[in-house]
T-cell receptor
């Protein structure tokens, strides 16, 4: 149990376009989902926390207009990178926390490359 | 604030060698402690966890003991295999908190 999926697993897009990444909890309801960014050979950096049905809370230094997060249901959160630039190229990982506790389950990640 | 410090890599070991990856933490209260593993090109997988002092987490031959007196959660394995090659992250989450705090990761390469 407690499986989190992400789609797509990798994406290449051109500079200036927008990209949407989906995060789904497959076998549990996730009241809270988290979005992380990982640079090569570095640790994960929390970008934002989203609760179902409410606006996401962004960490300091993360542009909320650039990284749009929507948590429309208890099993789906989306991250849209708007007007992507090469410096947005990174590995994006989501995690989800269920109704019953504090443990987070991580998705497999999405590698974004902006050319 | 809360934080995790883990030994820097990369670490290279021969197969069947003993592994230790050090991890210390700073936190208010009583956090839960985790080790995650990330294989190349993949996301994080929970390796083991401990939720209170003196607890020992174990999985796949890996062990770590929650030491409150030394604020440590060192990862050990008695005999590593080539398939253990990956990046290992130590992490904590506060008892009342949302956020994971990750260490910087330690890359392990096991050579035959």
């Amino acid at each position: 149990g407690a499986v989190v999926s992400q789609h797509p697993s990798w994406v290449i897009c051109k500079s200036g376009t927008s990209v949407k990444i989906e995060c789904r909890s497959l076998d549990f309801q996730a009241t809270t989902m988290f979005w992380y960014r990982q640079f090569p050979k570095q640790s994960l950096m929390l970008m934002a926390t989203s609760n179902e049905g409410s606006k996401a809370t962004y960490e300091q230094g993360v542009e909320k207009d650039k990284f749009l997060i929507n948590h429309a249901s208890l099993t789906l959160s989306t991250l849209t990178v708007t007007s992507a630039h090469p410096e947005d190229s990174s590995f994006y990982i989501c995690s989800a926390r269920g109704l019953d506790g504090y443990e987070q389950y991580f998705g497999p990640g999405t590698r974004l490359t902006v050319t | 604030g809360d934080s995790v410090t883990q030994m820097e890599g990369p670490v290279t070991l021969s197969e069947e060698a003993f592994l230790t990856i050090n991890c210390t933490y700073t936190a208010t209260g009583y956090p839960s402690l985790f080790w995650y593993v990330q294989y190349p090109g993949e996301g994080l997988q929970l390796l083991l966890k401990a939720t209170k002092a003196d607890d020992k987490g174990s999985n796949k031959g890996f062990e770590a003991t929650y030491r409150k007196e030394t604020t440590s959660f060192h990862l050990e394995k008695g005999s590593v295999q080539v398939s253990d090659s990956a990046v290992y992250f130590c992490a904590l989450i506060a008892y009342t908190g949302n956020q994971f705090y990750f260490g910087t990761g330690t890359s392990l390469t096991v050579i035959p």
